[in-house]
């Protein structure tokens, strides 16, 4: 038997910070992909490279007593998620992994039990919900839905440099800086679908923690977001990224225009999109 999903990379963190003595953050999906497929077979050695998924697949069938099985099932991904780089890549595998475990043993979903496995691997991000959901992305004791996830255009700057989540949680790093008077107007942008305000807190909120995680082409990020009527920018939590956030089509396709025949040196652009929805095509052989 073969079963195999797709499920999305998120763009950074709408929102990250402290928030009454617990590290926060929320995300919201977009539309870059891994495909997982777990494959039945006799000789299993993909998983061997892949550590993170391979754990996780051994601990969801031993917690269901199935872990006889673990030796005749084999992991294959491929993934268009950057690696390293703050987008989400180990969180969509390891979704990507439970929903075809569920599928190929006819069981149902459990959210409580999605969370705790991908938590027992690393800090994990929030785009495990269907809906936009402030989460502590390290115990997953908490977690707060503001409501559905909201569609905007992003345009995405990455830097040449890789973050391990793991390695960089466990770094002695600067505090997060507190951002409940953000909450509000994070609220108000999902109930009322402003993008404006929405670009607000997620603008603000990686501004504040600038001491944490450094972005050293900020500036030019808030410069082109001017020049080109952004409503905001976005970074991706402990990566490497950063994005302007455009709700008009006839805007992105100006700053296509602009950004011709301009140098980045060692930064990457390229355009994805923000879902309403995670939409998850399971298949099954």
């Given at each position: 038997m073969e079963t195999s999903t797709i499920y999305p990379g998120s763009f950074g963190e709408i929102l990250q910070g402290k928030i009454e003595n617990r590290d926060l953050l929320l995300s919201c999906p977009v539309n870059i992909y891994t495909?997982?497929?777990l494959i039945e077979c006799n000789n299993p050695i993909r998983k061997r490279y892949l550590k993170k998924s391979s754990s996780f697949l051994y601990n969801i069938l031993k917690s269901w007593g199935y872990e006889k099985y673990f030796d005749s099932i084999d992991i294959e991904i491929n993934s268009e998620i950057p690696y390293g780089k703050g987008l989400a890549s180990s969180t969509a595998d390891l979704c990507g992994v439970y929903y075809c475990l569920i599928n190929m043993f006819n069981k149902k979903f459990n959210e409580a039990e999605l969370v705790k496995n991908c938590i027992d691997i690393e800090p994990t991000d929030s785009i495990v919900f269907n809906k936009m959901t402030l989460f502590d992305y390290k115990s997953g004791n908490y977690k707060f839905t503001i409501g559905d996830y909201l569609s905007y255009n992003i345009l995405a700057f990455e830097g040449d440099k890789t973050v391990d989540t793991v390695e960089f949680n466990h770094k002695?790093?600067?505090?997060?800086c507190d951002v409940k008077e953000l909450i509000p107007i994070l609220k108000e942008a999902v109930k009322e679908k402003d993008?404006?305000?929405?670009?607000y807190v997620s603008t603000e909120s990686i501004v504040k923690n600038q001491k944490r995680l450094y972005y050293d082409f900020l500036n030019l990020v808030m410069d082109i977001k001017?020049?080109?009527s952004g409503?905001?920018?976005i970074g991706a939590h402990s990566g490497n990224v950063l994005g302007?956030?455009?709700d008009d089509a006839e805007k992105f396709k100006f700053e296509e225009k602009f950004l011709r025949g301009l140098n980045f040196k060692n930064i990457k652009i390229y355009?994805?999109?923000a879902l309403n929805?995670?939409?998850l095509p399971v298949e099954c052989i």
């Open positions: 495909k997982v497929k002695k790093l600067p505090n997060l993008l404006h305000k929405l670009a001017e020049k080109t409503l905001g920018i302007i956030i455009y355009k994805v999109k929805e995670i939409s």
